[in-house]
């Protein structure tokens, strides 16, 4: 059996996405397991849920009905480690690169980073301060394509102390108001 930073997670990802959710890289518990977002102390299926933006709360391996929701799923590293702090300034350079060429391919209308750090590594924005929620600027745009939308929550992960759990699931409610706003939440 292959250790876990062997193991791989699969990208959930189509054309005309309504929003692809992109975390940091994959954790022990997630890669073991196969599914993003695996390790029980992680609130980001529970923040589906709560925040409107599924009917029910789904199981990580559950993770391709995503699909079915117009929601789409990846790391901005694909190397498993036991936290992310053990990735190397490489790793996110070359995640950054792969991910700025997937999003052109596919243009999601939202990209929503769980965790500043990934957004910070995917768009080069790595000394100003960050506000949490809908930035001001769309990102990864092309001379026919303005870009996707942004929105930045905290990281759902349960090693993260510097938000409360309220304050991370209510960032959830802040993304489906968003959809709801744009006429593109696909709960009606």
Not at 27 to 46: C, D, E, I, K
Not at 73 to 81: G, K, Q
């Given at each position: 059996m292959l250790p876990y930073t062997e193991k791989w997670l699969p990208?959930?990802?189509r054309r005309d996405?309504?929003?692809?959710?992109c975390g940091i890289n994959p954790?022990?518990?997630?890669?073991?397991?196969?599914?993003?977002?695996?390790?029980?102390?992680?609130?980001?299926?529970?923040g589906l849920y709560?925040?409107?933006?599924?009917?029910?709360?789904?199981?990580?391996?559950?993770?391709?009905?995503?699909?079915?929701?117009?929601?789409?799923?990846?790391?901005?590293?694909?190397?498993?480690?036991?936290?992310?702090?053990?990735?190397?300034?490489e790793d996110f350079a070359q995640g950054g690169a792969q991910f700025s060429q997937m999003v052109g391919v596919y243009r999601p209308r939202v990209i929503c980073f769980n965790g500043i750090t990934a957004f910070r590594h995917a768009t080069g924005r790595k000394k100003e301060p960050i506000r949490l929620g809908l930035q001001p600027d769309r990102?990864?745009?092309?001379?026919?394509?303005?870009?996707?939308?942004?929105?930045?929550?905290?990281?759902?992960?349960?090693?993260?102390?510097?938000?409360?759990r309220e304050e991370r699931l209510a960032m959830f409610a802040e993304l489906s108001a968003f959809l709801r706003q744009k006429g593109w939440h696909p709960l009606r």
């Open positions: 990208t959930y990802i996405l309504i929003v692809l959710f954790g022990r518990v997630s890669a073991t397991a196969g599914y993003h977002y695996a390790n029980p102390a992680n609130l980001f299926w529970r709560e925040g409107g933006l599924t009917p029910r709360q789904l199981k990580p391996e559950e993770t391709a009905s995503l699909l079915d929701y117009g929601y789409g799923i990846t790391d901005l590293v694909s190397r498993p480690t036991r936290s992310s702090s053990d990735l190397k300034e990102f990864f745009g092309q001379t026919d394509w303005p870009g996707s939308y942004v929105f930045v929550i905290p990281s759902t992960s349960g090693a993260n102390a510097s938000f409360s």
